[in-house]
């Protein structure tokens, strides 16, 4: 009989912890840009800040008393404390179907996947989609959490340019010389966080017929569904899609005005059942990582989506309205800036004139000198992967924009050459 000898494995000797590859190679662009900068605002000014992409940090939009009531039920009636199945509560699947359902996108209970934000929906579709060695679209400028979720999985994240002239619309020749055989996916972001823009008919039909031409599934992020401003219309791709497959992630933080609770979902749209053999599983095992959102906050839902009126919506977009218009045309006339107007989310995106502006060498400057002397606080372009603009936020009280421009209008005012 064969010796056995006893191998003795090499074990550590010290306590050298070192963080994985993938955990460093997540970036947050905000994070990385703001935090890299000591930013202090001026002492003698009270700070407005316009950065951050909360409807809840101003306190001028409270929630709705029927959300409220609806999470309070859910706790009360003492049934919403287990563990819900993976995909989310039937009866949370069956509400939002419900409600996005419509005879040219129709849904099913079946067709949802809940989730943790609509953080969490982007993510379970670039991990099911997405191999190392891969590409996504992805659009410039445009939302940091995408190429957060896919550079540290190792697929490439491909920026296609939105064109401010044409209100943030795609180049579709620039989207479409980026794709190859390794391409994964088209995300579009409709309406727009950085831009507010909000796509036409047309141009969704444009996007579509890229797509299908090269077979490629649509993420579409539509988490500002619906919030557009007066005479604008909201078309889900889904609506417009004859043959394109569709993962709409979407969630309440936005037009809920609730951000902190969390809830999302994917709207899964396959008529030709081209996700059927492989995604749709796929998806389906993603979930079992999480197990989706909250219990308390899922059974709160079906009541949200019923029962909160229109006009919780309509107070939201007037606020955003009017100061998207008060800001455009304050801003419009200041030296050195070009503001473009937007038609919805909640967010504006201006051009700096940089030439004009000889001691401040990009946006990021822009910004934190902005800070130091006005104490207003907005987001440089290169958080969106684009440099020349700066981002504001328009969900804060009118008299705050007044002051904000004033402010933006004198220091520009100062430094302008
Ligand atoms: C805020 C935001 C999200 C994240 O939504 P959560 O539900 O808070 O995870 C996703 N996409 C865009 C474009 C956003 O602006």
Same mark, same amino acid.
């Given at each position: 009989?064969?010796?056995?000898?006893?191998?003795?494995?090499?074990?550590?000797?010290?306590?050298?912890?070192?963080?994985?590859?993938?955990?460093?190679?997540?970036?947050?662009?905000?994070?990385?840009?703001?935090?890299?900068?000591?930013?202090?605002?001026?002492?003698?000014?009270?700070?407005?800040?316009?950065?951050?992409?909360?409807?809840?940090?101003?306190?001028?939009?409270?929630?709705?008393?029927?959300?409220?009531?609806?999470?309070?039920?859910?706790?009360?009636?003492?049934?919403?404390?287990?563990?819900?199945?993976?995909?989310?509560?039937?009866?949370?699947?069956?509400?939002?179907?419900?409600?996005?359902?419509?005879?040219?996108?129709?849904?099913?209970?079946?067709? =949802?996947?809940?989730?943790?934000?609509?953080?969490?929906?982007?993510?379970?579709?670039?991990?099911?989609?997405?191999?190392?060695?891969?590409?996504?679209?992805?659009?410039?400028?445009?939302?940091?959490?995408?190429?957060?979720?896919?550079?540290?999985?190792?697929?490439?994240?491909?920026?296609?340019?939105?064109?401010?002239?044409?209100?943030?619309?795609?180049?579709?020749?620039?989207?479409?010389?980026?794709?190859?055989?390794?391409?994964?996916?088209?995300?579009?972001?409709?309406?727009?966080?950085?831009?507010?823009?909000?796509?036409?008919?047309?141009?969704?039909?444009?996007?579509?017929?890229?797509?299908?031409?090269?077979?490629?599934?649509?993420?579409?992020?539509?988490?500002?569904?619906?919030?557009?401003?007066?005479?604008?219309?909201?078309?889900?791709?889904?609506?417009?899609?004859?043959? =394109?497959?569709?993962?709409?992630?979407?969630?309440?933080?936005?037009?809920?005005?609730?951000?902190?609770?969390?809830?999302?979902?994917?709207?899964?749209?396959?008529?030709?059942?081209?996700?059927?053999?492989?995604?749709?599983?796929?998806?389906?095992?993603?979930?079992?990582?999480?197990?989706?959102?909250?219990?308390?906050?899922?059974?709160?839902?079906?009541?949200?989506?019923?029962?909160?009126?229109?006009?919780?919506?309509?107070?939201?977009?007037? =606020? =955003?309205?009017?100061?998207?218009?008060?800001?455009?045309?304050?801003?419009?006339?200041?030296?050195?800036?070009?503001?473009?107007?937007?038609?919805?989310?909640?967010?504006?995106?201006?051009?700096?004139?940089?030439?004009?502006?000889?001691?401040?060498?990009?946006?990021?400057?822009?910004?934190?000198?902005?800070?130091?002397?006005?104490?207003?606080?907005?987001?440089?372009?290169?958080?969106?992967?684009?440099?020349?603009?700066?981002?504001?936020?328009?969900?804060?009280?009118?008299?705050?924009?007044?002051?904000?421009?004033?402010?933006?209008?004198?220091?520009?005012?100062?430094?302008?050459?």
């Amino acid at each position: 009989m064969a010796e056995v000898k006893a191998v003795r494995r090499p074990v550590k000797e010290e306590w050298l912890l070192e963080g994985s590859t993938e955990s460093k190679s997540i970036v947050n662009p905000i994070r990385d840009i703001v935090d890299g900068r000591k930013l202090e605002q001026n002492p003698q000014k009270n700070l407005v800040s316009l950065s951050i992409g909360d409807p809840t940090v101003f306190g001028n939009l409270p929630v709705h008393d029927v959300m409220k009531q609806a999470v309070k039920d859910a706790v009360d009636s003492g049934t919403c404390n287990g563990y819900g199945p993976a995909q989310g509560l039937a009866m949370t699947r069956r509400a939002v179907a419900a409600h996005y359902s419509t005879p040219e996108a129709p849904l099913t209970e079946d067709d =949802v996947i809940m989730s943790c934000g609509c953080s969490g929906a982007l993510d379970m579709c670039i991990t099911v989609l997405g191999n190392p060695g891969q590409n996504i679209l992805i659009p410039r400028p445009g939302f940091g959490l995408y190429s957060c979720l896919s550079v540290p999985r190792g697929i490439e994240a491909r920026h296609y340019d939105l064109v401010p002239d044409r209100q943030w619309e795609i180049d579709l020749d620039h989207l479409e010389q980026l794709i190859d055989a390794n391409t994964v996916s088209i995300v579009v972001t409709n309406p727009s966080n950085p831009c507010g823009s909000v796509y036409s008919k047309k141009h969704l039909l444009d996007i579509l017929a890229v797509a299908e031409r090269h077979f490629l599934p649509i993420i579409g992020d539509e988490i500002y569904d619906g919030m557009v401003f007066k005479g604008q219309q909201f078309y889900s791709l889904a609506s417009l899609s004859k043959n =394109v497959p569709i993962l709409s992630c979407g969630g309440i933080a936005k037009r809920y005005l609730v951000p902190g609770w969390r809830v999302g979902w994917i709207l899964i749209y396959d008529k030709n059942e081209t996700f059927k053999k492989e995604i749709f599983p796929c998806l389906l095992s993603t979930t079992r990582k999480i197990l989706g959102p909250s219990t308390i906050l899922q059974a709160a839902l079906p009541d949200i989506l019923a029962k909160v009126p229109q006009s919780y919506f309509k107070n939201t977009m007037n =606020v =955003v309205e009017a100061n998207a218009n008060a800001v455009y045309s304050e801003l419009s006339a200041v030296p050195g800036l070009k503001p473009v107007m937007p038609s919805g989310a909640m967010y504006m995106m201006v051009g700096i004139d940089l030439k004009h502006f000889p001691n401040l060498n990009t946006a990021v400057d822009f910004m934190e000198k902005l800070m130091s002397e006005q104490s207003v606080f907005c987001l440089p372009g290169e958080c969106f992967q684009y440099p020349g603009f700066f981002r504001l936020v328009l969900s804060m009280p009118n008299d705050k924009v007044k002051e904000a421009c004033a402010r933006i209008k004198e220091f520009c005012t100062k430094h302008y050459v």
